[in-house]
C-alpha cells in the first residue's frame, strides 16, 4: 500500500466519518426546504431549535436523563469501590467464586434479560420510575474488575503504614486507595456517563410516562409520532439531545479518548 | 486451630499462656474480620448482582419450562413445548439467520477499519487530530439519535444515498424497504459506530511498539506492508482478541437502530434476535416465548464466555 493511497484512504475515511453529524448541522440550522437540497446561500435559522424543543417535553426528559445518569454513576462509585476493595485486599471465604460469579455480567449483560427483569420490577411496584431503569445497572461487574485491577497495583506497605497509625479498614480505603485510583475514576465515570446517556431499550421497555422517559426514548417518540417527517427538526432534536455530551467531547477530547481506552485495555 | 494446638503444648508458665492466648484470640479476631469485612463490602454489589443477572438468568431457564399466565389463569408446567415452539418458528430461524449474516459481516468490517484507522491516525500524517475527532465522534453520540439520521441517508429518492447514486445514473431505490437491502443498511450503521472505538485500542496498541523495529525493518529495505504483515499484526494480536471479543457481544447486544429504522422489516428480514425477544415480550406479551428464545441467546453469550477464557490464556503467552 503506498503512502499517498494510504492518505487519500484515510481522508476519505473521515469524511465519511463525520457525515451524519455533519448533515445534522446543515439540516438542524435550515429551512426545511433546504433539508435535502445543498445550496451555499440557503438562509440560516435558529427555528428548528425553538421548535423542536416546544414539540415535545425536551426540558422534563432532560431532567430525567441527567437524574438517571447521576443516580447510577453515584451508586456505581460507591458499590463498585467496596466490592473492589474486598476483592483486592481482602481473603474471605468464597472469594475466588464470588469474583467469578461477578465477571459473568461481563458476559451476561442487563441488556438481555429484559424479560425477567420487566418481571421483577413489576413484581416490586417500581415500573415506570427512575430508579427501575438504573438499578439493573448499578452493580457493574465493569466498574469493579477495574477498580480491583488498580487496586491491586496500590503498593502495600503503604496500606500497611497506613493500618499501623490506627487506621480502620474503611479509612485506609478512603485515604489511601481511592485517592490513588483517581485517574481510572474519571475513565470509568466518562464511560458509564455515555453508556447511560444512550441506552435505550431497557428504558423504552420499563417507562411509559413523560416524568420518567429520558432523552433517548422521548426523541425516539417525537421522532416517530405522527407530526409528519420534518427532518430539519428531528435534526435539530438529535443534535439537542446529543449536545451535552458531544460538546463535553469536543472540549475534553483527550481525556475522553484515554478514559475510553484506559477503561477498555485492562 | 493450629494456634490452640500449640497453646495446649506450650511448655512455660502461665504468664505465657495467657499472653500467648490473648495474642492468638488478636489473630483469630483479625482473621474473622477479614471474611467478615470482605463480605460486607461485598454484599450491597452482591444482592444487587443477584437481583439482576443471575436470578432472572436462572428464571429464564425455568420460565421457559412454563406457560405464559394469561388473565386469571396461572403459568403451567409444559415441559419442552415452548422449545418445540420455537423450533417450529419460522422467524426464530430468521432471526438467529439475520444475526449471523449481520455478525459475520460487521465484525471484520469493522476490525479491519478500526485497524486502519489506527495506523492512519498513528503515522504523521496531515490533519491526524481531525481525523482522531471524525472516527470516534459516532462512539459518543447516542445510536437513537445516528440511526435517525441514517434514517434520512436511506430514504428513498431525496435521502443523501439516492442523491449521490443520482449523480451516477443508478435510479431511486428503497434501501431499507427492500429485503435484499435492508440488513446491509444496518450493518453499515452498525460498522460507522463502532469501528472508531475499536480505533483507540489499537492506537493505544500501536503506541506501545518499540520505533526501533520499524527503523531496523526501514535499514533492511523491508516494504511497509510486509513490516506490518509480519511485524505490526502479530503484534497487535492480543488486542485484536480483545476487540473480537466485544464486538460479538455488540452484535447480540445493540438493537437501538432496529427499533428507529426497520423495526424488524421487511418481512423480518432484520430482526436480530434480541430484537425479536423484544416484540415477543412486549409486543405480544408472550413471556414464556420470549424467555424461551432469551435461554438460545444466554447460551450463545455462555459460549462466548467460554471462548474469552480461552482466549486470555492465550493472551498472557503473548506479553
Known amino acids: ?266 | 486451630m493450629s494456634i490452640e494446638d500449640d497453646l495446649l503444648r506450650e511448655p512455660s508458665g502461665g504468664h505465657a499462656v495467657a499472653v500467648a492466648f490473648r495474642r492468638s484470640n488478636v489473630v483469630m479476631g483479625a482473621r474473622w474480620a477479614t471474611h467478615v469485612n470482605g463480605w460486607l463490602l461485598l454484599l450491597p454489589a452482591a444482592v444487587l448482582l443477584v437481583t439482576f443477572t443471575h436470578y432472572p438468568a436462572v428464571a429464564t431457564f425455568i420460565g421457559s419450562f412454563f406457560s405464559t399466565p394469561k388473565g386469571a389463569r396461572p403459568a403451567v408446567f409444559v415441559g419442552l413445548d415452548n422449545y418445540q415452539a420455537m423450533i417450529e418458528d419460522p422467524i426464530f430461524w430468521q432471526a438467529l439467520h439475520n444475526n449471523i449474516i449481520y455478525a459475520v459481516s460487521t465484525i471484520p468490517l469493522t476490525i479491519m477499519l478500526a485497524l486502519f484507522m489506527a495506523v492512519a491516525v498513528n503515522a504523521k500524517l496531515v490533519g491526524r487530530s481531525f481525523m482522531r475527532l471524525a472516527f470516534f465522534t459516532p462512539t459518543v453520540l447516542p445510536m437513537i439519535a445516528v440511526a435517525n439520521i441514517w434514517l434520512f441517508f436511506y430514504s428513498p429518492g431525496y435521502g443523501l444515498v439516492d442523491q449521490v447514486f443520482n449523480l451516477f445514473g443508478v435510479p431511486a431505490h428503497n434501501w431499507l424497504g427492500d429485503e435484499h437491502t435492508a440488513l446491509a443498511c444496518l450493518i453499515v450503521v452498525a460498522v460507522w459506530k463502532d469501528a472508531g472505538f475499536f480505533m483507540i485500542f489499537y492506537l493505544a496498541a500501536l503506541q506501545q511498539i518499540s520505533p526501533n523495529l520499524s527503523e531496523a525493518a526501514a535499514l533492511e529495505g523491508t516494504s511497509r506492508w510486509y513490516f506490518f504483515r509480519r511485524v505490526t499484526f502479530p503484534l497487535l494480536m492480543p488486542t485484536t482478541l480483545f476487540v473480537l471479543i466485544n464486538a460479538i457481544i455488540n452484535s447480540f447486544r445493540l438493537v437501538d437502530h432496529i427499533v428507529v429504522m426497520t423495526r424488524g422489516g421487511p418481512n423480518n428480514t432484520t430482526a436480530l434476535l434480541l430484537y425479536y425477544i423484544y416484540e415477543v415480550g412486549f409486543k405480544f406479551w408472550d413471556t414464556a416465548f420470549a424467555a424461551t428464545l432469551t435461554v438460545v441467546l444466554l447460551v450463545l453469550l455462555a459460549a462466548m464466555a467460554l471462548g474469552q477464557f480461552i482466549f486470555l490464556d492465550r493472551r498472557i503467552h503473548y506479553q
Not at chain 1, 442487563?110 to 448499578?138: H, K, Q
Open chain 1, 1 to 266: 500500500m503506498s503512502a499517498a493511497l494510504e492518505r487519500t484512504g484515510a481522508w476519505l475515511l473521515a469524511f465519511l466519518w463525520i457525515l451524519p453529524l455533519a448533515y445534522a448541522l446543515w439540516a438542524a440550522i435550515h429551512p426545511s426546504a433546504y433539508s435535502a437540497h445543498f445550496t451555499l446561500n440557503a438562509p440560516l435559522t435558529l427555528e428548528n431549535f425553538v421548535k423542536a424543543w416546544n414539540a415535545a417535553p425536551f426540558s422534563r426528559y432532560f431532567l430525567n436523563t441527567f437524574m438517571l445518569v447521576t443516580m447510577i454513576l453515584a451508586a456505581q462509585l460507591v458499590l463498585c469501590t467496596f466490592a473492589a476493595y474486598a476483592f483486592a485486599r481482602f481473603k474471605f471465604y468464597g472469594r475466588e467464586l464470588a469474583f467469578v460469579l461477578v465477571l459473568l455480567q461481563l458476559m451476561i449483560m442487563p441488556d438481555v434479560l429484559i424479560v425477567e427483569n420487566y418481571r421483577t420490577m413489576t413484581a416490586a411496584g417500581i415500573v415506570d420510575t427512575i430508579p427501575a431503569i438504573g438499578l439493573p445497572y448499578m452493580a457493574s461487574a465493569f466498574g469493579i474488575f477495574l477498580l480491583r485491577q488498580t487496586f491491586k497495583t496500590v503498593p502495600s506497605e503503604l496500606d500497611e503504614a497506613a493500618r499501623v497509625e490506627g487506621a480502620s479498614p474503611l479509612q485506609v480505603l478512603l485515604k489511601v486507595y481511592v485517592p490513588l485510583a483517581k485517574p481510572i475514576y474519571v475513565a470509568y465515570g466518562l464511560v458509564s456517563i455515555s453508556y447511560h446517556w444512550n441506552n435505550f431499550l431497557w428504558p423504552l421497555i420499563i417507562t411509559n410516562s413523560v416524568s420518567t422517559r429520558p432523552l433517548t426514548v422521548g426523541l425516539q417518540i417525537f421522532a416517530s409520532s405522527d407530526q409528519g417527517i420534518d427532518w430539519s427538526l428531528i435534526a435539530a432534536a438529535t443534535l439537542m439531545t446529543s449536545a451535552p455530551l458531544l460538546t463535553a467531547f469536543l472540549l475534553f477530547q483527550r481525556q475522553f479518548v484515554q478514559s475510553f481506552m484506559r477503561a477498555g485495555i485492562r
